[in-house]
């Protein structure tokens, strides 16, 4: 039994809320505390209709470290929980040291004026966590997260060597919008803009934005054009996976998503640099955020599936092995049980269980750590029994 201290009212910490009121022997007491308190409103009222359950809720910005200091005191969390952006990741890991909390997110930190993802700014963190006796969880959502987790089960049960590891990530819900992000739409712009990069044999490669493109056939969907993406989970597991020769990163994208990105990055409204406007400096990409739907405005309505895994490739046995761990998740279904689409959903959960894990004591190493340092026997069983089935297919 614990408290935990969900930070980030958007539509991933609608999900965590939600998976959390439902697992009242674990999260005994939660708060909910974000930059603008009526979103946290609306969720509490959501979370007591849906689950019976009352959470507290609380104002807070994030980049203050003295303020978001003061409110874990008051809340007295076993854990807080970050899912407001990238950004907030330091000043919430220097709050959680000073207040003597342990800590878990499910993005890397990223500067607000360089759209970058590194591990370095974290890991520079370790030696505190550790002298601290605490635990930072790091990437608790689906890729990074069940995906690092998918490759430590691969590791520990499945292979003898694991060569090649290639991570894909297929959308193939349909939101009936021209164009919308499903998750933060700054986050998300700036990491498919960014150039591609994989590591092969020791070394990584570079590639153009967007430039490698192949089919796979998803589980539950199948086959779907993905795009080759640098993605963060990438720069973990090169360091922890045995024998290891290559891994990528892909992501499904429709034709029309493509075309408005194009436009978009043609016309500038993708920048991250300010410019003037009528004497004003803006921000092309925070005000192109302005104008694009709340991710978690688009749950209702929405149809079809994700389908997200790891199609990994080594030796069992003496025998050449490819299999593909994988989750089906359906937009639908995740809006009939806790309001949200299925991207919100695949992340919110594994936040859940990954906080689960830490309060139960289930998973307990101090300083920074990542998913697939960990067992991840007890995180996948529960994650299949709180919503996230998962299966493993032969190829
Ligand atoms: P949203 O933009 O919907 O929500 C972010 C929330 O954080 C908003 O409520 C926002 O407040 C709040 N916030 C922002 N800045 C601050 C601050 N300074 N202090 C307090 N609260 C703040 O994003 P999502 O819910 O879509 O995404 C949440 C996180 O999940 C992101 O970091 C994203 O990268 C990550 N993610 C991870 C995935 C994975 O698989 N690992 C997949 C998808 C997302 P306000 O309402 O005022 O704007």
Redesign the pocket.
């Known amino acids: 039994m614990g408290r935990v201290l969900i930070?980030?009212?958007?539509?991933?910490?609608g999900v965590v809320v939600h998976k959390c009121a439902q697992v009242p022997a674990v999260f005994e007491h939660i708060t909910l505390a974000?930059?603008?308190l009526a979103?946290c409103e609306h969720i509490r009222d959501d979370v007591l209709a849906l689950t019976g359950r009352t959470i507290d809720i609380a104002q807070?910005?994030?980049?203050n470290v003295p303020e978001t200091v003061a409110l874990i005191r008051k809340v007295k969390p076993d854990l807080v929980l970050n899912?407001?952006?990238?950004?907030?990741d330091l000043t919430l890991m220097d709050a959680c040291l000073e207040a003597g909390v342990n800590y878990l997110d499910?993005?890397n930190y990223e500067p607000k004026d360089v759209a970058k993802f590194e591990y370095k700014w974290q890991w520079a963190y370790r030696e505190k966590f550790e002298k601290a006796g605490l635990m930072a969880l790091l990437?608790s959502?689906?890729?990074?997260?069940v995906t690092n987790v998918f490759c430590a089960y691969a590791q520990k049960h499945l292979f003898d060597e694991i060569h090649t590891v290639d991570i894909v990530d297929c959308n193939a819900g349909s939101h009936g919008k021209a164009f919308a992000t499903n998750?933060?739409p700054e986050?998300n712009l700036r990491e498919v803009t960014a150039r591609g990069k994989y590591w092969e044999n020791g070394q990584w490669i570079d590639t153009e934005p967007m430039a490698i493109s192949e089919t796979f056939d998803f589980p539950g969907v199948g086959p779907r054009k993905a795009y080759l993406l640098y993605h963060e989970e990438l720069e973990s597991l090169v360091l922890h996976l045995k024998g290891l020769k290559k891994i990528r990163f892909w992501m499904t994208f429709g034709d029309e998503y493509l075309t408005h990105m194009r436009v978009l990055q043609n016309v500038g409204m993708t920048r991250i640099d300010p410019v003037m406007y009528k004497g004003q400096p803006v921000v092309p990409m925070e005000f192109l955020k302005c104008l694009l739907p709340?991710?978690?405005s688009l749950a209702a309505g929405y149809t079809g599936k994700t389908s997200i895994g790891c199609i990994v490739e080594g030796i069992k046995d003496g025998k050449p092995r490819k299999i593909f761990i994988y989750n089906i998740c359906d937009h639908a279904e995740c809006f009939k049980e806790v309001h949200a689409q299925a991207?919100?959903y695949?992340?919110g959960v594994p936040a859940m269980v990954g906080a689960m894990m830490m309060m139960t004591g289930s998973w307990n190493q101090k300083g920074v750590v990542h998913m697939e340092q960990l067992n991840p026997d007890p995180f996948l069983e529960k994650l299949g029994q709180h919503g996230l089935p998962w299966q493993v297919k032969e190829l």
Not at 7 to 13: D, E, K, M, T, W
Not at 83 to 88: E, G, N, R, S, T
Not at 141 to 145: L, W
């Open positions: 930070i980030g009212a958007g539509g991933v910490g974000s930059r603008t979103r807070v910005d994030a980049d899912v407001a952006l990238p950004y907030q499910t993005a990437g959502g689906f890729d990074p997260g998750f933060n986050i709340d991710p978690s991207v919100s695949t992340t």
